[in-house]
């Protein structure tokens, strides 16, 4: 929740290639006091059945930068490895995922709650401040 002198986060990640939430993603939530300043770990969690990370930490007062790092390399590779106990004839020799890591940082004001949505498939990804 964010108060006057801070501000607050919360995320969800759809897949986009199937068009639904993303479960099990983790996520970690990091944050700094100004440019120069360095990133600081405020903690983690990972997407539930709705793609949402709903255990994620209040921001430090101060705070003016946030960063979000979704590791999404896991999550496309158990759908991979789910998808191939169906077909083992089409498997691929290529990487599981192009993008393994997503992280996504922005600038935050104090009172201000931010939500940001991920859209995600294995070859990109969208990201936008939603409400």
């Given at each position: 929740m964010s108060t006057s002198t801070t501000a607050s986060v919360s995320t969800h990640i759809l897949d986009?290639?199937?068009?639904?939430p993303a479960e099990g993603v983790a996520v970690e939530l990091s944050a700094r006091g100004g440019r120069e300043a360095g990133w600081r770990t405020l903690g983690a969690g990972a997407t539930d059945v709705d793609g949402r990370c709903k255990d994620l930490p209040a921001l430090p007062e101060g705070?003016?930068?946030?960063?979000?790092?979704?590791?999404?390399?896991?999550?496309?590779?158990?759908?991979?490895?789910?998808?191939?106990?169906?077909?083992?004839?089409n498997r691929d020799s290529g990487p599981a995922v192009f993008f393994p890591e997503v992280a996504i940082t922005f600038a935050v004001e104090p009172g201000e709650h931010y939500h940001v949505p991920l859209l995600l498939n294995p070859?990109?990804?969208?990201?936008?401040r939603g409400s």
């Amino acid at each position: 929740m964010s108060t006057s002198t801070t501000a607050s986060v919360s995320t969800h990640i759809l897949d986009t290639s199937i068009g639904r939430p993303a479960e099990g993603v983790a996520v970690e939530l990091s944050a700094r006091g100004g440019r120069e300043a360095g990133w600081r770990t405020l903690g983690a969690g990972a997407t539930d059945v709705d793609g949402r990370c709903k255990d994620l930490p209040a921001l430090p007062e101060g705070t003016t930068h946030v960063r979000l790092d979704f590791a999404v390399e896991a999550y496309f590779e158990k759908k991979q490895a789910d998808a191939q106990q169906d077909a083992p004839a089409n498997r691929d020799s290529g990487p599981a995922v192009f993008f393994p890591e997503v992280a996504i940082t922005f600038a935050v004001e104090p009172g201000e709650h931010y939500h940001v949505p991920l859209l995600l498939n294995p070859f990109g990804y969208s990201v936008y401040r939603g409400s």
